[in-house]
C-alpha cells in the first residue's frame, strides 16, 4: 500500500471486444497514429499465404495455431535447439539466439529434424524431449579424450564424447551446503 502503482504500467493483451488497433509511435501509447486493419503477422508468412483473420477473431489463436503447425517444423526447431543447448552447451545449431539465415547452419541437420518432429508427436512436452536426450547414447557418452575422434572432429561439433562443463555458482552453493550438512 506504501508504494501505489500507476494503473496503466504495463500493456498487456487482455480479453475484451475485438477491434483493430492504432500504431504507437515510436512505441509511445499515448502517441496514437492510423488505425491498422487486423491481420496475419507479415514478415513471417510464406508467399501466397495470407493468414486471413475473420472479423470475430483476434487473430491471436490463430497466430499460435500457425506457429505449431506441422508444416511449420521452425518453432519445434528452434525449442528443441534450446534444450539441446541447455543439456551439452552448444546447440545443434550454434547460434540459438540467431536461428534465421544470419546464424551458423545446423551441425546435424537430420538430428534436429529427428528431435523436432519427435517434439511434435509427443505433444511440445519439454519433459519428453529431455528425457529422449538423456536417455540418447551421446548424452551417456564419457569425457575421456579419443585422439583418433580428435583427429577427425576436434572441436567435438558432432559429440564423440560429452564435454566438460563447468557447474553454475547455485549448484556449487549447493555442492557446498550437501557436505557441510547445511542443507
Given at each position: 500500500d506504501r508504494f501505489r502503482l500507476p494503473q496503466d504500467l504495463v500493456m498487456a493483451v487482455r480479453e475484451?471486444?475485438?477491434t483493430?488497433?492504432?500504431v504507437n509511435i515510436?512505441?509511445?501509447p499515448q502517441q496514437l497514429g492510423p488505425r491498422v486493419?487486423?491481420?496475419f503477422v507479415q514478415v513471417v508468412a510464406r508467399p501466397g499465404e495470407?493468414?486471413?483473420i475473420?472479423?470475430?477473431e483476434?487473430?491471436?489463436s490463430e497466430l499460435a495455431g500457425w506457429l505449431t503447425r506441422r508444416d511449420n517444423p521452425l518453432t519445434a526447431r528452434v525449442a528443441v535447439n534450446r534444450i539441446w543447448e541447455k543439456m551439452f552447451g552448444p546447440g545443434i545449431v550454434a547460434t540459438v539466439d540467431n536461428f534465421g539465415a544470419m546464424g551458423e547452419k545446423p551441425s546435424n541437420r537430420a538430428l534436429l529434424d529427428y528431435l523436432a518432429s519427435q517434439f511434435m508427436d509427443r505433444d511440445w512436452s519439454v519433459k519428453k524431449m529431455i528425457r529422449e536426450i538423456a536417455l540418447s547414447r551421446t548424452y551417456r557418452l564419457s569425457t575421456a579424450y579419443q585422439p583418433?575422434?580428435?583427429g577427425v572432429d576436434p572441436d567435438n561439433v558432432l559429440r564423440w564424447r560429452m564435454n566438460r562443463r563447468r557447474l553454475e555458482v547455485e549448484a556449487i552453493r549447493d555442492s557446498l551446503l550437501m557436505i557441510s550438512g547445511q542443507i
Open positions: 475484451g471486444d475485438i483493430d488497433c492504432e515510436h512505441g509511445d486493419p487486423r491481420g495470407n493468414g486471413e475473420g472479423a470475430k483476434s487473430g491471436r583418433r575422434d580428435a
